[in-house]
């Protein structure tokens, strides 16, 4: 069951998830069922850096999409909405200045039902890689549980760039962001309220760089986990 049966998921709290290169190994079913599991408050996910684009991350951010684009509409009209989803994953990347993210399109029937179209994230960015490099850490939310115990800012020496705009919905909290020395900035902590559960995108990790032996970098994974894992 592609490493993530239904009977380790049930018995799981948080799902740390870190993938690369076989993201289309991951049934689109499979990444539902998590965003369900998340949405029922019964997980807590976090994707690690290229995990933008694995499947179940992808679905999560679309379901939030259409969880905002719900939120916009009056309460009796939220009663009579339908969510269609436009378009299929993808793993494109995103062109230098395309949108950040489609805002949702919304049908009034004369019958007052509404259906609201929601564009599914690409959860990419314009410009990566590049050879490997320094970056800057600002802690942004110095209160958040998952922030706790760190400097206000750290060094990685050699990490990979990602460069916004990030290509998903807007976050509920910023926790963290990086700088690289030729301007590229990137909100590489983002927390998103996915219905009764979170999920934390963390950016930091790639697989030609150590980081995950940086004491910083496993002190917010510690955190996230303590945190999501107790949390109600």
């Known amino acids: 069951e592609q490493g993530l049966s239904s009977e380790v998921l049930a018995a799981t709290d948080v799902l740390l998830y870190w993938g690369h290169v076989r993201h289309r190994a991951i049934s689109e079913e499979k990444g539902r069922e998590i965003a369900e599991l998340v949405k029922a408050g019964k997980l807590d996910f976090v994707p690690l850096h290229s995990a933008h684009w694995s499947v179940p991350f992808m679905v999560c951010m679309q379901?939030?999409?259409?969880?905002?684009?719900?939120?916009?509409?009056?309460?009796?009209?939220?009663?009579?909405?339908?969510?269609?989803?436009?378009?299929?994953?993808?793993?494109?990347?995103?062109?230098?200045?395309?949108?950040?993210?489609?805002?949702?399109?919304?049908?009034?029937?004369?019958?007052?039902?509404?259906?609201?179209?929601?564009?599914?994230?690409?959860?990419?960015?314009?410009?990566?890689?590049?050879?490997?490099?320094?970056?800057?850490?600002?802690?942004?939310?110095?209160?958040?549980?998952?922030?706790?115990?760190?400097?206000?800012?750290?060094?990685?020496?050699?990490?990979?760039m990602y460069d916004e705009p990030f290509g998903v919905p807007e976050p509920d909290s910023v926790l963290l962001t990086e700088h690289w020395p030729a301007g590229e900035f990137f909100r590489s902590g983002c927390l998103w309220k996915l219905g009764k559960g979170t999920v934390f995108y963390f950016r930091p990790g790639d697989q030609a760089y150590p980081l995950y032996k940086n004491e910083h970098i496993i002190k917010i994974l510690e955190n996230a986990c303590l945190w999501l894992g107790s949390a109600d």
Do not use: M, S
């Open 63 to 160: 379901e939030k999409a259409a969880q905002d684009a719900l939120e916009a509409l009056a309460p009796e009209a939220r009663t009579r909405a339908r969510v269609v989803f436009d378009g299929k994953l993808q793993w494109k990347k995103a062109g230098a200045f395309d949108r950040n993210l489609a805002p949702p399109r919304y049908e009034i029937a004369p019958d007052g039902k509404v259906t609201v179209h929601v564009r599914r994230p690409n959860c990419v960015f314009p410009r990566c890689c590049g050879p490997a490099q320094p970056a800057r850490v600002r802690i942004i939310h110095r209160k958040h549980p998952i922030c706790q115990g760190l400097p206000a800012d750290f060094t990685l020496e050699e990490t990979e």
